[in-house]
């Protein structure tokens, strides 16, 4: 387990997803639900203020501002929990590293940071353990970018990154190893969108709705413990979404004959298993954390340059 420190405060990556919460250690669904008692059979609860939070039993609504309500915050006491708990840890300062999407960094960066820390100071429990924790810094970075920063170098000639999340596809160009602020474009495309069309043409051609979970693991794996016939229902529109995802890219340039393509984020598995792409030209990085880590690296060197490191 790698653990970062700053003078003497403990870093933790959060990559905070519409589809799932990520640190370097752990995924958990962006789920929250609100209850003014104890609720009597859900496992994953957090405790603040008197009031309960059952954590991860669903994915987040879409919503264009992350400080628009209150989820957000809960989802990122239940993050640093399951960082602390991996490392025996009940109280600890820290400083964290997230971020947000591309197109939305000069706008909502200022006042993300003031909502991660409303509170310097902070006791909750989770999971019935108790947790006491105070907020030093708040880093923000452009999502997705983080997670390919440290092999910026060995980026020559044109490539782009697409981070297909669960809500939206962020794409940037990237130049001889520079990213280009002027070519970085951010769509409500994500994979939850795919999600609902498969329901939609399910229902519509078999009389069926079936289970989130369902589709979702069909996407995962490429199949599932159902009928051929709603997975072929399933597997048409799949291929749909991954034909406009590359369509959309076709729109920003890219061209597998002149640029290399780099898909993280959750898409990415749906691309692998149902997408018509050249391999030579394309790289999917499988590991869904790869976000978060990217902005524990990115704070670190942030602060390695600062002392003149």
């Known amino acids: ?55 991860g039993e669903s994915h987040k609504v879409f919503i264009a501002n992350k400080d628009e309500d209150n989820d957000y915050y809960i989802l990122t006491l239940a993050a640093i929990a399951k960082e602390l708990e991996i490392r025996s840890l009940r109280s600890s300062d820290l400083i964290l590293a997230v971020g947000l999407p591309l197109h939305w960094m000069s706008k909502q960066k200022s006042s993300f940071r003031d909502y991660l820390m409303r509170k310097s100071e902070i006791s909750y429990r989770y999971c019935g353990k108790y947790y006491h924790i105070r907020i030093c810094d708040v880093a923000i970075y452009p999502q997705g970018y983080a997670a390919i920063a440290a092999s910026l170098g060995d980026y020559k000639g044109v490539h782009m990154l697409a981070d297909i ?11 001889n190893g520079r990213p280009l602020s002027d070519k970085k474009f951010t769509d409500k495309i994500g994979v939850h969108e795919c999600v609902k069309h498969i329901m939609n043409e399910v229902q519509a051609e078999c009389g069926k709705i079936p289970a989130e979970s369902i589709i979702e693991d069909f996407l995962i794996n490429g199949n599932a413990e159902i009928s051929e016939r709603i997975q072929n229902v399933m597997r048409r529109e799949a291929v749909r979404y991954t034909k406009m995802i590359f369509d959309r890219l076709s729109e920003y340039e890219y061209d597998p004959e002149l640029v290399k393509l780099h898909i993280i984020g959750g898409g990415g598995c749906l691309i692998r298993n149902f997408g ?20 524990e690296e990115l704070y670190m060197a942030q602060h390695l340059r600062g002392k003149g490191a």
């Open 1 to 55: 387990m790698k653990d970062l420190y700053v003078d003497g405060k403990l870093v933790i990556g959060i990559d905070h997803g519409y589809g799932n919460m990520k640190t370097r250690n752990s995924v958990f669904k962006s789920g929250v639900k609100t209850y003014s008692e104890e609720p009597a059979v859900a496992t994953n609860v957090l405790q603040l203020d008197g009031i309960y939070y059952v954590i």
């Open 276 to 295: 018509k792409y050249d391999e030579a030209s394309v790289e999917i990085i499988d590991d869904i954390c790869a976000t978060a880590k990217g902005y």
């Open 165 to 175: 999340g669960n809500g939206t596809m962020n794409t940037l160009v990237i130049t």
